[in-house]
């Protein structure tokens, strides 16, 4: 499968727990983002990364979450002291140039 | 804030049916349009795509048409089928917003046989 991977699938946490996700691109793709998605609505960004340079981050992004791209190639997205309202679908994109995004199946995470 | 947004939430249609699937956006500086499909569980699929020099662009089955005059996007699907059902999202690319795309609520397509 050459698509955009996603792990894990599924996270069940505590509160105030701290969970990472991992997503692996396409190899050739330049670009990665994660977004976001909550039942009902559209996905919504939170940060990108060109390379192993984080770009762009979203106001939805506090301080409690980090991403990394240490290599340029697979990504990490780091929640710290989950909260209730960070359950959510987590979906990881790549692409090559600004076109053309391609998700994964996203990992997610309830929070209890 | 603005955002991109859709006309109907839901659309059922028959089996063989067309379905046309609509999007309104409110910033005319956007310059690229993607239509996605998610199914339950899964991450959106990219359906077709199309930038602002364009007003239509035909793929397998499907048709996007943009009319930048009234700030609209429609997904024309041809012969509707079960496997079509699904939430379709809309995604613009607003220059002003940076590189991520913006993606609108959705439309869940029912397609019966």
């Known amino acids: 499968d050459t698509g955009v991977s996603q792990d894990p699938r599924h996270k069940i946490t505590k509160r105030g727990q701290n969970v990472t996700f991992r997503c692996d691109p396409i190899?050739?793709?330049?670009?990665l983002y994660w977004y976001r998605q909550t039942l009902g609505q559209g996905p919504e960004f939170l940060t990108y990364?060109?390379?192993?340079?984080?770009?762009?981050k979203s106001r939805l992004l506090s301080d409690r979450f980090s991403a990394e791209r240490p290599k340029g190639s697979f990504s990490t997205l780091e929640i710290q002291r989950t909260e209730q309202g960070d359950s959510a679908m987590y979906l990881c994109?790549?692409?090559?140039?600004?076109?053309?995004?391609?998700f994964g199946s996203g990992t997610q995470l309830s929070v209890l | 804030g603005e955002s991109v947004g859709l006309h109907l939430p839901t659309l059922s249609v028959q089996e063989g049916d067309n379905s046309i699937i609509n999007c309104a956006y409110s910033?005319?500086?956007?310059?690229?349009f993607i239509w996605y499909k998610q199914e339950s569980g899964k991450g959106p699929q990219f359906i077709i795509d199309?930038?602002?020099?364009?007003d239509k662009r035909q793929g397998q089955r499907v048709t996007v048409l943009l009319n930048k005059t009234v700030k609209h996007l429609s997904l024309q699907i041809a012969a509707t089928q079960p496997g079509d059902s699904a939430v379709y999202f809309c995604?613009?690319?607003?220059?002003?917003?940076?590189?991520?795309?913006?993606f609108g609520k959705g439309t869940t397509l029912s397609v019966s046989s």
């Open positions: 199309i930038r602002s020099n364009m």
């Open positions: 190899s050739e793709h330049n670009r």
């Open positions: 990364f060109q390379n192993e340079a984080q770009l762009e």
């Open positions: 994109a790549s692409s090559f140039g600004e076109e053309k995004l391609f």
């Open positions: 910033n005319s500086a956007s310059d690229y």
């Open positions: 995604a613009e690319n607003r220059p002003s917003a940076g590189t991520a795309l913006i």
